[in-house]
């Protein structure tokens, strides 16, 4: 039965990839990187087999084995959201036991191209202790422990983040988001900090000490304990590497009886009679309903709460590079300001298919334009000022603040114009509710990315006016110059603001079906 199943989603991946041919490169691609990573991996074996000692192989066994088990914990929330061909629910209908449709999700987990790649980097990491051949016979056996752990402990996240409901997966998403923002300023931060340390490698090998008494890291260690004759302290650790999986198994088998008996519920949430939320507030008519939807979207969808992390980030990071008293702490508003502005852009593609609702209300394009560009105002504009404020203060030059908020202002007033025609010209494949961030989105071309670019450029050379002025008068110090940036700021960027209103509601109403066309094309795609 559990090779049927393999051979069904081999199946299912050829017909994918040839219906795909944009999917295959990817495929392909993927494993080309899978090969070089082995690679890596091979080349620093030999390094270290060749010229290091055996505290060294140790230290490298163990904290690169732990990294690897910790990658296979962590990937599945990575990757939530993905389409898998076999999984629980799937296997649930089908005459097959339990253990039949564990055992089935653990060979496809190994017989992927990451648990192909991590297979043969297990295999090759065993040449570490090609000098200790008591070392090299223990080291088979931790190997195959350290891959069963590997998958087990992928399998029984997935089945976790499977069953905790939609909501928390975005939570959970959103927040390894933030630190895959931030890892590169960290990582650069601890880099400088190691090159001052003294004594990098006792650290190591310390830190290799403890994650050798652990689930992680136990069956890395055994083998350098076989070669260094502690065959006391290799028992203990042999122990707890047999006992991680077999735990590990028996908790994933509980979990997933309780998945497949009792799948997640959708939650619900009593509303009262007659409350309508923003809708009983707004105005009435096409704009205020458009209104209330685009501030709603903004306030509670993900995908749309996910570009205002940059609006905290950002500063952080560039703060983090130079200091809060650097020029680009200062320019790193403007910059926020560029990217918001330009996220109107894919406003008609995250309606999805029911933006056929929408055309179906017979609304005009310049009311919806316009209720569109309200909603995203309300609450942009706020939180460009907000940071203008809190960087001007922090940067110790509050005499900048007019010359910021002109340049800002500017930027997300000219992008709301610009936006208002480019998302009633053009759709663009975009993540479904519910996605992943990490995920990548089907149907994104070369072409759609270049589409990007140019509606990102067009941004800039609508708001070239407030924009330089603003930058003179940063550069100058002139005060002058920055009470003429916010003046022409606001005033230029409401009169592109609403020139783009009126002519992205004549291509709205002239081009409405069409996009309605290419988004269901992207849902089927």
Do not use: H
Request: aromatic share 6%.
């Amino acid at each position: 039965m559990v090779a049927t199943v393999l051979r069904l989603r081999y199946r299912v991946l050829g017909n994918t990839l040839a219906r795909n041919p944009w999917q295959l490169v990817g495929f392909c691609f993927g494993i080309l990187g899978a090969l070089w990573v082995v690679g890596l991996v091979a080349a620093g074996v030999v390094a270290a087999t060749i010229a290091a000692d055996l505290a060294t192989v140790r230290m490298i066994a163990v904290l690169g084995g732990s990294l690897l088990v910790l990658g296979w914990v962590i990937g599945p929330v990575l990757l939530a959201g993905f389409n898998t061909t076999v999984d629980a629910p799937r296997l649930a209908p089908f005459p097959l036991t339990l253990r039949q449709v564990m055992v089935a999700l653990a060979a496809s987990a190994f017989t992927g191209v990451p648990g192909l790649a991590t297979g043969l980097a297990v295999l090759v990491a065993i040449g570490l202790w090609a000098r200790w051949p008591l070392a090299v016979a223990a080291a088979v056996p931790c190997a195959i422990l350290a891959l069963l752990t590997c998958i087990v402990a992928s399998r029984l996240v997935a089945t976790l983040s499977a069953g905790t409901g939609r909501r928390w997966q975005e939570v959970v998403g959103t927040l390894l988001l933030i630190v895959v923002i931030l890892a590169g300023p960290t990582l650069t931060g601890l880099l400088a900090l190691l090159d001052r340390a003294v004594d990098l490698g006792a650290r190591l090998v310390q830190v290799s000490g403890i994650l050798a008494w652990t689930p992680v890291g136990a069956a890395w260690a055994v083998p350098g304990d076989v070669a260094t004759g502690e065959w006391a302290v290799a028992a203990a650790r042999f122990a707890i590497a047999i006992a991680t999986p077999a735990l590990l198994w028996l908790v994933w088998m509980r979990v997933l009886r309780a998945s497949i008996s009792s799948p997640p519920r959708r939650a619900a949430r009593a509303v009262g009679a007659g409350r309508v939320g923003l809708f009983g507030i707004m105005p009435t008519g096409g704009v205020g309903a458009t209104w209330a939807r685009s501030l709603t979207a903004w306030l509670r969808d993900p995908r749309y709460l996910r570009q205002l992390l940059i609006v905290p980030l950002l500063p952080i990071i560039f703060a983090l590079g130079g200091g809060v008293e650097s020029p680009l702490f200062t320019a790193s508003a403007l910059v926020v300001a560029l990217i918001l502005a330009f996220v109107g852009y894919t406003d008609v593609s995250y309606d999805g298919t029911a933006f056929g609702t929408v055309l179906a209300t017979g609304i005009r394009g310049r009311a919806d334009r316009l209720g569109r560009a309200l909603g995203a105002a309300c609450v942009l504009i706020p939180l460009v000022v907000v940071l203008d404020v809190a960087v001007v203060v922090l940067s110790g030059a509050p005499e900048r603040l007019p010359a910021l908020l002109g340049g800002c202002l500017g930027l997300l007033l000219t992008g709301f114009g610009v936006t208002a025609v480019s998302s009633a010209l053009l759709a663009t494949p975009v993540a479904a509710p519910g996605d992943s961030p990490f995920k990548s989105v089907p149907g994104q071309t070369f072409v759609s990315g270049l589409m990007v670019m140019v509606v990102l450029l067009v941004c800039v050379v609508a708001a070239a006016p407030p924009l330089a002025l603003a930058v003179a008068s940063l550069l100058a110090g002139s005060t002058l110059l920055g009470g003429l940036a916010l003046a022409v700021g606001i005033g230029y960027g409401l009169a592109i603001a609403a020139v783009g209103v009126i002519v992205g509601g004549r291509v709205f109403d002239r081009r409405g079906p069409e996009l309605l066309m290419t988004i269901k094309n992207f849902a089927t795609s």
